[in-house]
């Protein structure tokens, strides 16, 4: 783990001049943020940056400076790969996560993530655990490289430290991520944008799915497991799309007591992917991976086939009992 960029991830910068960036499938502020700043600073240096990535960004992200030139979905860019010398693969801690197995093998890719268990899978691999985002570490590079910021990259760099560290809310919020921010802000960055974008953007359907989905919410093991599912019905009856669920299982986690979450979404007529999150040693890894699914040790999930009540049943038992171990 190191906190300065590696001298020789800067020579790789400064030694070619075409690159392709991308970043994690589901992109978040962080992904997306840290991928459009990064295509800035390698232009105000001279070089050409193509960002690809799989998923586009959610609705909210739309309005970010460079997001349109974004190149989406499984086929290539023009020219690829040809056209590109390295790969700069943000916030990966495995290739996987990208979701494009063909950009990875066709590229040396420099890998710069904030992830614990990062694999170290790039050609130079800058890993800074303790950064709160991938976004500081690209802002640190900027620095490193003599790369000007304006005031829109400063922005986007903002911005990822924000959705990173939930408005500085969150455990990884550590002096340096204020350090930055302040340092951003004299940069240009502007709060009040990012707020308008992370807070007073939402689609309607968002906020009517919400409402379905909480009408649905029950407490069990003496309130400290909350429980709410969404089926494919309600999200029609908000108008809600792919990607508009994401944020529901914060509201349940909100409550007083509560130590574990478990949202259940309708995927198709019988499939379901069920998110959970937990509290300080309650290890929902574990239950995931008990249903064949993964994640971290607070916040995890899987996707399961059958009727909901029968599934609903087995996942509440599985998380009352590791709430209750
Ligand atoms: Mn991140």
């Known amino acids: 783990m190191t906190t300065n960029v ?3 991830l800067l020579r790789e910068i400064q030694d070619h001049d075409r690159f392709l960036i991308t970043s994690h499938i589901h992109p978040d502020g962080d992904a997306i943020g840290s991928s459009l700043a990064l295509a800035r600073l390698l232009a105000t240096l001279g070089k050409s940056a193509v ?62 993530d904030h992830h614990l268990g990062n694999d170290d899978y790039g050609v130079v691999n800058w890993i ?32 990822t430290l924000v959705t990173d560290t939930g408005g500085f809310r969150f455990s990884n919020t550590n002096a340096e991520a204020f350090e930055a921010a302040a340092s951003l802000m004299r940069a240009g960055a502007c709060p ?29 093991a003496n309130g400290r497991v909350a429980t709410v599912w969404l089926t494919r019905e309600m999200a029609q009856r908000a108008g809600a799309r792919e990607g508009d669920s994401e944020g529901l299982i914060d509201y349940p986690r909100s409550i007083a007591g509560v130590d574990a979450v478990a949202l259940m979404r309708q995927v198709d007529e019988a499939s379901y992917k069920v998110s959970l999150r937990s509290r300080g040693a309650i290890d929902v890894e574990r239950v995931a991976r008990g249903f064949g699914g993964g994640g971290h040790p607070n916040a995890a999930g899987f996707t399961l086939r059958g009727e909901r009540e029968v599934l609903f049943r087995q996942t509440l038992d599985a998380l009352t009992e590791a709430v209750e171990a």
């Open 6 to 8: 590696p001298e020789r």
């Open 51 to 112: 960002i690809w990535m799989r998923d586009p960004a959610p609705t909210v992200y739309r309005p970010l400076p460079g997001n349109d030139a974004v190149h989406i979905g499984e086929t290539p860019p023009a020219g690829f790969p040809e056209a590109f010398e390295r790969l700069v693969v943000l916030e990966c801690p495995t290739p996987e996560r990208a979701g494009l197995p063909a950009a990875i093998e066709a590229l040396p890719v420099l890998n710069i």
């Open 192 to 220: 009040e944008t990012v707020s308008r974008w992370l807070y007073e953007s939402q689609p309607a359907a968002v906020i009517k799915l919400v409402g379905e989905t909480l009408r649905t919410l029950e407490l069990h």
């Open 128 to 159: 800074d655990t303790n950064s709160a985002s991938v976004g500081a570490m690209v802002y640190r590079m900027a620095h490193a490289l003599s790369a000007p910021v304006d005031a829109d990259t400063a922005t986007l760099l903002y911005l």
